[in-house]
Nanobody, 121 residues
Framework: QVQLVESGGGLVQAGGSLRLSCAVS????????MGWFRQAPGKEREFVTK????????SYSNSVKGRFTISRDNAKNTVYLQMNSLKPEDTAVYYC??????????????WGQGTQVTVSS
């Protein structure tokens, strides 16, 4: 089991940018597919993006495709989420997630505590 710690959330105006980071404890970071989910008030948690263990493949939800970019640095045990052209509907708590020994992020085995992103109109 690894520990995930998110940072980088905050308040930004519509059209602005933020970069979230997720630092992962342990020596086996490269064994984990990593990703981000988000949960807006009154809504269910939803998938945002994922990146496979080698970083070779990424996938995005339709709502963020073309605006968000996920990346990872296996040497720093960190995954990033660059969010551009932010919209008020991107307002949510963003959660980092991990799943070991799989290129899928279904049923992640580890979650971060979440970081709040608020986009004002």
């Amino acid at each position: 089991q690894v520990q995930l710690v998110e940072s980088g959330g905050g308040l930004v105006q519509a059209g602005g940018s933020l970069r979230l980071s997720c630092a992962v404890s342990g020596r086996t970071f490269s064994s984990y597919t990593m990703g981000w989910f988000r949960q807006a008030p009154g809504k269910e948690r939803e998938f945002v993006t994922k990146i496979t263990r080698s970083g070779g493949r990424t996938s995005y939800s339709n709502s963020v495709k073309g605006r968000f970019t996920i990346s990872r640095d296996n040497a720093k045990n960190t995954v990033y989420l660059q969010m551009n052209s932010l919209k008020p509907e991107d307002t949510a708590v963003y959660y980092c997630a991990a799943k070991r020994d799989s290129d899928s992020l279904l049923s992640p085995s580890s979650w971060g505590q979440g970081t709040q992103v608020t986009v004002s109109s």
